[in-house]
């Protein structure tokens, strides 16, 4: 697949907005919804960790695509159908320049294109998507493939802000780049306090911490001078949650009234958890969410109790 067709399939970011929902309409709250969040289909991975070569290795993916098609046929059954389907970065693991990745490229973009049209993508970049140490060329391979790095958009008067977080990992080869998110992100939050939102929501890749704002530093979070500046700028704006991925495990916890979600991988595993999805329901007044295994939300579907919060008013 092309990335002109992907972009007809994938209606990509652009502008820093996602044209599905443009409407004005969408910055009023209607009442209780849910979207479905995934990360780390990180097609490559399976195989490179299983041979101990996780740098260069990764030359077969059958098993991601398998993987990823069941996560999207789960998807596809699901009644009433979610707002979006949000995938929290790392979507191929042949980082820039590396070979098979233009081919886990192509693997992937085909496996996504079956996703229901109603059900709009929201795609999130990670480190395997523009590299450990992004520079200006790699991010713009992003946006010509997947769309724009960063970018916000309204659901049912709610504002989501996806956000570049290898900016704030190394940005020594891209600083304007990060300037320019850092500035954007300012304005965009500016925004929220004046439209007076029903939630803010940020996506991102890499987590701000995976249990505790004081944890030590970590590949897997932000470094801890990083993390506090961010998260103490969003909980200001009145952010409640972040949602991310990267660490193939999940986790979480709280700094303040901000939700740290840390959901694990629809691809490899790394610790004890199933491969899955994560089902966040959004009500006026909270956001409840519970990880579900692919071969659960597969056979059952949605239970009964998240439902029920969707026809609260």
Same mark, same amino acid.
């Given at each position: 697949?092309?990335?002109?067709?992907?972009?007809?399939?994938?209606?990509?970011?652009?502008?820093?907005?996602?044209?599905?929902? &443009?409407?004005?309409?969408?910055?009023?709250?209607?009442?209780?919804?849910?979207?479905? =969040?995934?990360?780390?289909?990180?097609?490559?991975?399976?195989?490179?960790?299983?041979?101990?070569?996780?740098?260069?290795?990764?030359?077969?993916?059958?098993?991601?695509?398998?993987? !990823?098609?069941?996560?999207?046929?789960?998807?596809?059954?699901?009644?009433?159908?979610?707002?979006?389907?949000?995938?929290?970065?790392? &979507?191929?693991?042949?980082?820039?320049?590396?070979?098979?990745?233009?081919?886990? !490229?192509?693997?992937?973009?085909?496996?996504?294109?079956?996703?229901?049209?109603?059900?709009?993508?929201?795609?999130?970049?990670?480190?395997?998507?523009?590299?450990?140490?992004?520079?200006?060329?790699?991010?713009?391979?992003?946006?010509?493939?997947?769309?724009?790095?960063?970018?916000?958009?309204?659901?049912?008067?709610?504002?989501?802000?996806?956000?570049?977080?290898?900016?704030?990992?190394?940005?020594?080869?891209?600083?304007?780049?990060?300037?320019? =998110?850092?500035?954007?992100?300012?304005?965009?939050?500016?925004?929220?306090?004046?439209?007076?939102?029903?939630?803010?929501?940020?996506?991102?890749?890499?987590?701000?911490?995976?249990?505790? +704002?004081?944890? *030590? *530093?970590?590949?897997?979070?932000?470094?801890?001078?990083?993390?506090?500046?961010?998260?103490?700028?969003?909980?200001?704006?009145?952010? !409640?949650?972040?949602?991310?991925?990267?660490?193939?495990?999940?986790?979480?916890?709280?700094?303040?009234?901000?939700?740290?979600?840390?959901?694990?991988?629809?691809?490899?595993? &790394?610790?004890?958890?199933?491969?899955?999805?994560?089902?966040?329901?959004?009500?006026?007044?909270?956001? +409840?969410?519970?990880?579900?295994?692919?071969?659960? &939300?597969?056979?059952?579907? +949605?239970?009964? *109790?998240?439902?029920?919060?969707?026809?609260?008013?």
């Amino acid at each position: 697949m092309s990335a002109a067709e992907a972009g007809g399939v994938f209606r990509r970011a652009r502008g820093r907005t996602l044209d599905a929902f &443009l409407s004005e309409k969408e910055r009023e709250w209607k009442g209780p919804f849910y979207f479905i =969040q995934g990360a780390d289909p990180q097609f490559g991975l399976m195989k490179a960790w299983s041979t101990g070569d996780s740098d260069s290795g990764g030359d077969e993916w059958g098993q991601e695509i398998r993987l !990823t098609e069941q996560a999207v046929e789960a998807i596809n059954k699901l009644k009433p159908k979610p707002k979006f389907f949000v995938l929290c970065g790392d &979507l191929i693991h042949a980082m820039p320049g590396m070979p098979w990745r233009k081919e886990q !490229t192509a693997d992937l973009q085909r496996v996504l294109a079956r996703v229901d049209r109603d059900i709009p993508l929201v795609l999130v970049s990670g480190n395997h998507d523009v590299g450990n140490t992004p520079t200006p060329e790699t991010v713009a391979e992003f946006q010509r493939t997947w769309g724009d790095d960063y970018f916000s958009f309204w659901v049912g008067g709610v504002l989501f802000l996806v956000l570049n977080s290898q900016f704030w990992y190394d940005a020594s080869r891209c600083p304007a780049l990060k300037q320019a =998110q850092d500035q954007w992100l300012d304005q965009q939050l500016r925004v929220a306090g004046r439209r007076h939102c029903q939630h803010a929501i940020v996506f991102q890749h890499i987590p701000l911490f995976l249990r505790s +704002i004081d944890e *030590d *530093d970590d590949y897997f979070n932000l470094t801890k001078s990083v993390r506090k500046e961010v998260a103490n700028k969003l909980t200001r704006a009145g952010v !409640t949650a972040v949602f991310s991925g990267h660490y193939h495990r999940n986790a979480g916890g709280t700094y303040q009234n901000l939700d740290m979600v840390v959901s694990s991988a629809i691809g490899c595993q &790394l610790g004890q958890d199933t491969h899955g999805l994560r089902v966040v329901v959004v009500t006026a007044k909270k956001i +409840i969410h519970r990880y579900y295994s692919l071969d659960e &939300l597969s056979e059952k579907g +949605i239970e009964a *109790d998240l439902m029920g919060l969707m026809e609260e008013k």
